[in-house]
């Protein structure tokens, strides 16, 4: 494991490769650069400040692959990828359950190009008897979100319509979000391990917040798909994050970057740790990128 400081740089491997054209002009090999949102670019009031920012639009100048991949909904994701400058390319939605091409001459300047869904009634039924005070919300095959007891958050990207719970479990899902202010993250996982939840893929977050998606569908598992499209060496490969849900994204890549704030778990998958969110942990790895 490294701790990154200020004046760390990334390895030999991680560096631009550079290589010289038949007519002696310089080529930059491209690197695919996937970055958690909530915890890594954006603190936990939703701020990114302007040294992440100008690092993460200096990366994309830079002609890299430079993807978002979060486990916020698209419309929630849509105004990280307009701040940072990404106009074309890709973005992984919904822990993996979304992938977007990013395409600046489409008029919505996007297209969905996967989606993964699956039938959450086994999972909601078995939470709901271990969870009965807890709050649900579903995301569906059309970027509805349903919700019990007026849930909202904001990585929904859009209001939720109030249900009744029979309604969610006749539906299609990407993305079930299950909340509670009455457990701890301790008692999620304890509830989880007692019901089991087959035929599914799920996280618990920093509280008592549980993401469920299609069975093997993470962010690792919708970033290997676009590295097999795009051609990039598993070397090449860096993500950041701090959150359950980037464990896996984290073991994927060629450079797995924890955040300083992160969970012991999260900080054993990866290879290094930077600093925190509240110190631009995230710039100073995007940096490292560009020497």
Not at 11 to 40: H, P, S
Not at 217 to 222: P, Y
Not at 268 to 285: K, L, M, P, R
């Amino acid at each position: 494991m490294t701790t990154m400081t200020e004046t760390s740089v990334a390895g030999n491997d991680d560096r631009r490769d550079i290589n010289q054209t038949n007519n002696g002009q310089t080529t930059i090999e491209k690197m695919m650069i996937a970055l958690d949102v909530d915890g890594t670019l954006v603190d936990h009031d939703g701020h990114m400040s302007a040294p992440v920012r100008e690092a993460a639009q200096d990366v994309v100048a830079a002609g890299h692959h430079v993807m978002i991949a979060t486990g916020r909904s698209l419309n929630a994701t849509l105004p990280i990828i307009e701040h940072i400058g990404i106009d074309n390319g890709y973005a992984v939605c919904s822990n993996g359950g979304v992938t977007l091409r990013l395409d600046s001459s489409l008029s919505a300047g996007y297209e969905v190009v996967h989606k993964a869904t699956f039938d959450p009634g086994p999972a909601l039924r078995a939470l709901r008897i271990q969870l009965p005070m807890a709050k649900y919300a579903l995301e569906d095959e059309d970027g509805n979100f349903l919700s019990t007891e007026r849930f909202q958050d904001a990585s929904f990207g859009v209001e939720a319509i109030g249900v009744d719970f029979q309604t969610m479990l006749e539906a299609t899902a990407v993305r079930v979000v299950v909340f509670s202010s009455e457990n701890t993250p301790e008692e999620f996982t304890a509830a989880i391990r007692h019901v089991g939840l087959a035929g599914v893929t799920y996280s618990v977050g920093w509280t008592a917040w549980l993401d469920i998606a299609a069975a093997g569908v993470t962010k690792a598992s919708a970033l290997e798909r676009l590295r097999g499209r795009l051609e990039i060496e598993t070397h090449r490969t860096v993500a950041i994050g701090d959150g359950r849900n980037d464990i896996e994204m984290l073991t994927w890549a060629g450079r797995g970057v924890a955040m300083g704030q992160a969970p012991e778990e999260v900080i054993a998958a990866a290879n290094e740790v930077t600093h925190s969110v509240y110190d631009d942990g995230a710039a100073h790895v995007l940096r490292s990128l560009l020497l």
